[in-house]
Structures are given as structure tokens and as C-alpha cells.
């Protein structure tokens, strides 16, 4: 990029233009009607000839077409990621399943196949029109009120229209979850910014705790890991199944779980005995039982559960973060791959080691911390599980900083969405009969903080973050001196 002009009078046009920048003119081609005519905010001085009219609305003319330019490369941008994100998602999902066979009663190959092929098509459309919009907007308004005039406000309402774009997934597919979880990003977006304001800064002053985002995922895994035991419905359908999965315990154990919670008289204490006979081991369970340990874990000692069940985890957990390490490094260090392969092998194999250790530990110690307690309170119920499930999220500690609020409010977020359906069902909290579609207004508003920020408060942006959206949308600084991006 060229040096800055200077000397260039703020009447005619801002020098940022003269820079290149933005469409501008680089110093090398400028000539003296350049410097009467800036194509970034508008201003122009008065034509010297009839020549310099032709060749003022032969810019215009262009400036048109390239802002049209910009709203098509970003829905275009936008329909790739959403249909690559989801399309990838969705083959790996089908590649597991045919791995594992078809089981009774689970659809057929060809229609998952048309299901994937439908969704990919939906949340491309979902992202290609919400930046498609965003920056149609941006530009309309940009184009009537002036670039400068409109800068501090315009991309929080071009961000608020883009947002029921979410609704091209499905108009009756809730989306509460992802509504939540954009509401979180931007709750620690505008809480950036405070941190830098002179107004807010003393007030927001406690979230720059350093551990903060462990404190966070053991709130949330106290609602998590406690719904998963005592109220599976609270969860959402595919995060339930992951607990599931990766929680390793059969259905009959959790029910006997919750009914010795909830001090209520078990039902099914012959399924457990069986299902553990299945397992080649012999078990008695007594009714009268205080604590579920032996539900829990048959025979084997506490202890040696815990060991049991981590070695278990970790072989279920590195499934799941080989393709989320591998599958971005093969596209973003495509180029690379040649001349640094081992690098960036040795770095995929090293997260995903990091991450599934993080997983197996996450899991194992929430069994060992229930356990502990039960056994030092010598009763089970629903405190003594809220409490035991807390401290899980020290695990947390085991992965990489930089991925450790991201996994805090992607957990935080469904566990603010359990805790509210929880409240809802307790009759605590009165059913919104009138809003259908919350999610929807959740998420234009977090769109709305979002798109500002990024507008005005790009410092408070990680780098790689801001690299994307920079790519989608290419809104230019607010300012003339473009700002420098938080790389943390």
C-alpha cells in the first residue's frame, strides 16, 4: 500500500482515498482530477471541463457497479462457508454412520443423503443472504446518507435487517442455541469494548479475570451435566446424543440415577442387573441404597472407574477432534502442505491429543467428582449432583487458551438454554406464547453488536476472526488511519 498524501485539503476528498485504499487512487497513477474527486466519501471539487464532467460520472458509474460487485462476492462468500461448514458436517456424520452399519429402524443411506444435500443448501442460503443483505444495506444507506455522516450507526442497522436471514433454515427450525451462542460472542465483544471505555471500565473491570473462562465452563457444567443425568429433555436433541455418547453410560443407568435423586422408588433396577449381566458381571442391587455407586459402576472401586472410564473416553474422543484439527488444516495450509507438512502434521496430532485428553478428562472427572461427593454426604440428590458436576470444568484447564472461551460459551450457551426450559417446565418462569421465534430476535440483536463492533471496535476482534470477516464483507474503517487488530 502507498504512503500517505499529504497536503491533500479535507474539502476535496479524505487522503485515506488517494491511498489506494477503499477503490482509491495510488500515488503512482494520481493525477491532479484525482485529487478532485474522491470516490470513499463522495466529495469532489469543481470541474475544470467538460472532459473532467465526462470522467466524473464515468467514476460514478463505476463506483456503482463495484459497490453491486461487493454485495455479490459477499453472498457468494457467504453461501461458501455456510454450505462448506454445514456440507462437511454432514458427510463426516454420514461417513460414521456407515461405519457403524445401518441398525433397525434408522433411515436409509439415500435419504440422510437427500437430508445433508437439503440442510447444506439451507444454511448456505442462511449465510450467503444475511451478508448478501448486510452489505446491501451497508452500501444503500451508505450511498443516501453519506459514507461519514452514517459510520457510527449503519452497520448496527444493517446487521439487525441481515438477521432473519435465519429463518431460510427452516421457517419452523428453532434455532435457540446458535441464537444464544452469538448472543454470548457478542455479549464479550461489547464487554471489550467497556473494558477500553473511561465510562465502563471500572465496571467491566472483573471481566478481564485470567480465569475467567474456567469459571465460566464450571457454571455451565453444573447445568449441563446435571440436565444430562436428571433431565435429558432440557438439552437440545444432538447435544444430548453427544453426552450420550461420550457420558458412556446406558439409558437404565441415568433413570436409576434420577429416581435415587429425586427420591422417588426405582423402577427398573432388573434393567440395570441385566445390562450389566450383558456385560459379563454378576450384580445384586439393593434397593434401599444411599448412594448410586454401585449403579454407577458395578463391582469396581471408585478409583478404579475413574481409570477405567478414562482410557475408554479418550479412544471416543479422538474421533471427534481428528477431522476438527485436520479437515481446516488441509484447506487453510493447503499451499503449505508441501514444504511444511511435518509442521503442520505435528501440529494437528498434538491438538488432537491436547483436546481429546481435555474431553476424556472432562467426562471422567465428572463420574469422579459425583462419586466423592455421594460418598462423603453419603446421600444422592439433586444439590449433591449440582455440586459434584461443578467442578468438571477444571478441565478445561488442559486445553489451549485460546480455545478455552470459545468451548466456555459454546457451553455456557446451552446451558443457559437448559436452565430456562428447566425453569419454564418447573412452572417458574410463564411459557412466551406471543414470540414464536425468539431465536430470531436473539440473534438479529447479536448480529446487530456484532456487525457494529466490527464496524467501529475492530481492535476488540482476534485477528483470525477479523481476517474472515474481512474477507466476507470488506467494510472499510470508519476512520481514516486503519486500526490495528487484537491478536489474543
Same mark, same amino acid.
Given at each position: 500500500m502507498s504512503s500517505p498524501v499529504v497536503g491533500i485539503d479535507t474539502e476535496v476528498g479524505c487522503h485515506r482515498c488517494f491511498r489506494g485504499n477503499n477503490g482509491g487512487f495510488h500515488d503512482e497513477n494520481r493525477t491532479v482530477f484525482d485529487e478532485q474527486s474522491c470516490p470513499h466519501c463522495g466529495k469532489s471539487g469543481p470541474p475544470s471541463s467538460s472532459y473532467s464532467s465526462f470522467l466524473s460520472s464515468d467514476l460514478r458509474y463505476l463506483r456503482e457497479w463495484e459497490k453491486l460487485g461487493r454485495c455479490v462476492a459477499a453472498a457468494t462468500k457467504g453461501f461458501t462457508i455456510g454450505a462448506g461448514l454445514k456440507g462437511g458436517l454432514s458427510a463426516f456424520s454420514i461417513l460414521a454412520r456407515s461405519r457403524r452399519g445401518r441398525k433397525a429402524g434408522v433411515i436409509p443411506n439415500s435419504e440422510v443423503i437427500v437430508l445433508a444435500v437439503k440442510d447444506t443448501l439451507r444454511y448456505g442460503l442462511f449465510l450467503g443472504a444475511f451478508a448478501g443483505t448486510f452489505v446491501s444495506v451497508d452500501e444503500c444507506i451508505a450511498t443516501l446518507g453519506g459514507h461519514r455522516r452514517t459510520a457510527r450507526w449503519r452497520a448496527l442497522l444493517a446487521g439487525l435487517i441481515a438477521g432473519p436471514s435465519m429463518l431460510l433454515t427452516g421457517p419452523k427450525t428453532q434455532h435457540t442455541s446458535l441464537a444464544i451462542y452469538i448472543l454470548m460472542r457478542a455479549a464479550v465483544l461489547a464487554s471489550r469494548c467497556g473494558i477500553k471505555s473511561k465510562r465502563f471500565g471500572g465496571i467491566c473491570k472483573p471481566l478481564t479475570w485470567a480465569h475467567g473462562d474456567i469459571f465460566l465452563m464450571c457454571l455451565s457444567s453444573s447445568q449441563i451435566l446435571s440436565a444430562y443425568i436428571l433431565k435429558q429433555d432440557s438439552l437440545p436433541p444432538s447435544y444430548k446424543s453427544f453426552l450420550n455418547k461420550? *457420558?458412556?453410560?446406558?439409558?437404565?443407568?441415568?433413570?436409576?440415577?434420577? !429416581?435415587?435423586?429425586?427420591?422417588?422408588?426405582?423402577?427398573?433396577?432388573? *434393567?440395570? !442387573?441385566?445390562?450389566?449381566?450383558?456385560?459379563? +458381571?454378576?450384580?445384586?442391587l439393593?434397593?434401599?441404597?444411599?448412594?448410586?455407586?454401585?449403579?454407577?459402576?458395578?463391582?469396581?472401586?471408585?478409583?478404579?472407574?475413574?481409570?477405567?472410564? &478414562?482410557?475408554?473416553?479418550?479412544?471416543?474422543?479422538? =474421533? +471427534?477432534? &481428528?477431522?476438527?484439527?485436520?479437515?481446516?488444516?488441509?484447506?487453510?495450509?493447503?499451499?503449505?502442505l508441501l514444504k511444511r507438512r511435518y509442521t503442520?502434521?505435528?501440529?494437528?496430532?498434538?491438538? %488432537?491429543?491436547?483436546?481429546?485428553?481435555?474431553?476424556?478428562?472432562?467426562?471422567?472427572?465428572?463420574?469422579?467428582? %459425583?462419586?466423592?461427593?455421594?460418598?462423603?454426604?453419603?446421600?444422592?440428590?439433586? =444439590?449433591?449432583?449440582?455440586?459434584? %458436576? &461443578?467442578?468438571t470444568g477444571l478441565a478445561l484447564a488442559i486445553e489451549k487458551k485460546s480455545r478455552r472461551i470459545e468451548i466456555a460459551l459454546y457451553c455456557f450457551s446451552r446451558a443457559i438454554e437448559s436452565f430456562f426450559t428447566c425453569m419454564v417446565e418447573a412452572g417458574l418462569l410463564p411459557r412466551t406464547k406471543k414470540l414464536k421465534r425468539a431465536d430470531v430476535v436473539i440473534f438479529s440483536l447479536s448480529t446487530a453488536i456484532i456487525m457494529h463492533c466490527y464496524a467501529q471496535e475492530r481492535e476488540v476482534?482476534?485477528?483470525?476472526?477479523?481476517?474472515?470477516?474481512?474477507?466476507?464483507?470488506?467494510?472499510?474503517?470508519?476512520?481514516?488511519?486503519?486500526?490495528?487488530?487484537?491478536?489474543s
Open positions: 461420550h *457420558g458412556g453410560k446406558d439409558s437404565v443407568i441415568l433413570q436409576g440415577i434420577k !429416581e435415587l435423586a429425586n427420591s422417588m422408588p426405582f423402577t427398573n433396577l432388573d *434393567g440395570i !442387573e441385566k445390562y450389566y449381566k450383558s456385560q459379563g +458381571v454378576d450384580i445384586k439393593d434397593p434401599q441404597m444411599k448412594v448410586p455407586c454401585s449403579i454407577v459402576h458395578g463391582h469396581q472401586s471408585c478409583a478404579e472407574h475413574v481409570i477405567s472410564f &478414562f482410557v475408554q473416553a479418550y479412544r471416543r474422543a479422538l =474421533p +471427534v477432534y &481428528f477431522p476438527v484439527y485436520f479437515i481446516p488444516a488441509l484447506i487453510v495450509h493447503r499451499l503449505d503442520i502434521l505435528g501440529k494437528g496430532l498434538l491438538g %488432537t491429543a491436547r483436546s481429546s485428553l481435555f474431553l476424556s478428562a472432562y467426562c471422567s472427572s465428572a463420574w469422579m467428582w %459425583t462419586c466423592l461427593l455421594f460418598r462423603i454426604f453419603n446421600r444422592c440428590d439433586i =444439590p449433591t449432583v449440582a455440586l459434584g %458436576t &461443578f467442578p476482534f482476534r485477528s483470525k476472526y477479523l481476517n474472515v470477516l474481512d474477507w466476507v464483507f470488506g467494510i472499510p474503517p470508519a476512520t481514516c488511519e486503519t486500526p490495528t487488530n487484537k491478536d
